[in-house]
């Protein structure tokens, strides 16, 4: 068992919002993964580890082939499943990766050193905020896509620094945003030990959505991914 994980954490894994029959539906009808990679995601499934589900994998495959990306910063690497995913996606792309958790970091080390055939992939350790000012501080690189999948809170923290580092027409993508729709719930309605998290939603929310210089949608993917474009 990966310690990380136990087998009673991040409830809003199972209780998506989407009918559970349709959310079955495109997991099982849509193109499924092959190779290398499904070794990576059945290690996930059997350590309760959280990845990006099928229906959010299509997504971001259609999405990288539109787009192109030279350059790909991802929060929140796990281990290593998206970061290969969408390595596979974009042969030819840099990807950056971030994460702080030690277990995690182990076993996307020994993934990225078994399966990332490009060397594509740049795992950096470190808490993202300060991974994040450090790269914009480096200023001479910009990335097509962002992509968040850590502490959910903080994505209103990271969002002004990876405003920073998105390229002209880059997009960034959080993922988890409806929280199985407790973003509909009063705050005092909330656990007390999820309320920092809905908290920091929130502000999120406030900050991109009708305000004039931000492009927003939210997909009803997995656990909800808002995507944010600079007008």
Known sequence: MVETYKRTSNP???RPVVKPELVDWMRRSQTQLSGDITKVLAFAKENNIPVIPHETVTYFQMLISI?????????????GFSA???AEAA?????????RNPEMIALAKENLKKYDSR?????????????LSVLKRDGHKKYDIIFMDSAKSKYIEFLPNALELLSDNGVILMDDVFQAGEILVPIMEIK?????LERGLRRLFDEVFDNSKYMTSVLP??????MIKCR
């Open 119 to 131: 060397h594509q992939i740049i795992l950096k350790e470190g808490d993202a905020a300060d991974v």
């Open 221 to 226: 993917l997995g656990d909800g991914l808002l």
């Open 12 to 14: 809003m894994m199972n």
């Open 84 to 86: 290969l995913m969408m």
């Open 192 to 196: 007390r030990t999820q309320r920092a």
């Open 67 to 79: 787009m192109q990306p030279k350059r790909i910063l991802e929060v929140g690497t796990a281990i």
């Open 91 to 99: 042969p030819s792309a840099e990807i950056v990766t971030i994460d």
